[in-house]
């Protein structure tokens, strides 16, 4: 925790693994299906991820450049031919360059934004924790990311639960138990309904 600004500084790893350890039960007969984030297929889920982790691995280090600058909602994402060997490397590599205090200073940008880089570094372990769920759950896997980073995230969706700029990256907060899971919960405040199922094969 920054003592300064009260704002967190949360270790990306524990996300990053849990988001990595899907990939090899993701099966290439699923890569069209759909996910929980319904204008993404598996395929572009992916692709989004392999994204972000270019894109916030560029913002913690400060070194802008289209990765940086593109608004990710204004692109199809496009699923790299080595996902299965490099993104765990890229998942990594995002999560060592969080590491760095000086990561956590200053502004930086991602998405075509700026934006102070201690927000920019609890968005990026957002994206993790939430597209880690989507493909969890498009792929009917297990999927833990951690409390702590499950913590960090629910104190950010729930303190911009009201927020209009919410949308269109989130939609309206889907309410569930308040004795539901710490992940349900974290996954309701995104705009996603916790109990999301892919249709069974006809």
Same mark, same amino acid.
């Given at each position: 925790m920054?003592?300064?600004t009260q704002t967190p500084r949360p270790d990306l790893g524990p996300a990053a693994r849990?988001?990595?350890?899907?990939?090899?039960?993701v099966r290439d007969e699923r890569l069209g299906a759909p996910t929980p984030c319904p204008k993404y297929s598996v395929r572009?889920?992916?692709?989004?991820?392999?994204?972000?982790t270019t894109a916030f691995d560029s913002a913690?280090?400060?070194?802008?450049?289209p990765s940086t600058a593109t608004d990710p909602g204004s692109?199809? /994402? &496009?699923?790299?031919?080595?996902?299965?060997?490099? @993104?765990?490397? !890229?998942?990594?590599?995002l999560a060592e360059a969080w590491r760095a205090p000086d990561a956590w200073d200053g502004d930086t940008q991602a998405g075509g934004i700026t934006f102070p880089a201690a927000i920019a570094g609890v968005v990026a372990l957002n994206e993790l924790v939430v597209h880690g769920w989507d493909l969890a759950r498009a792929t009917g896997q297990p999927y833990d990311p951690g409390?702590?980073?499950?913590?960090?995230?629910?104190?950010?969706?729930?303190a911009s639960r009201d927020d209009a700029m919410r949308a269109p990256a989130?939609? /309206? &907060?889907?309410?569930?138990?308040?004795?539901?899971? @710490?992940?349900? !919960?974290v996954v309701g405040?995104?705009?996603?309904?916790?109990?999301?199922?892919?249709?069974?094969p006809s």
């Open positions: 920054d003592t300064h849990a988001v990595a350890a899907l990939l090899d039960g572009e889920l992916l692709g989004h991820i392999a994204g972000l913690a280090r400060k070194e802008f450049g692109v199809t /994402p &496009v699923l790299p031919e080595d996902w299965r060997t490099g @993104l765990p490397g !890229r998942l990594a590599a409390a702590a980073s499950l913590e960090v995230v629910h104190g950010f969706f729930d989130f939609g /309206p &907060v889907v309410e569930v138990p308040k004795d539901a899971p @710490l992940l349900d !919960r405040l995104s705009g996603r309904d916790p109990g999301w199922a892919p249709a069974p």
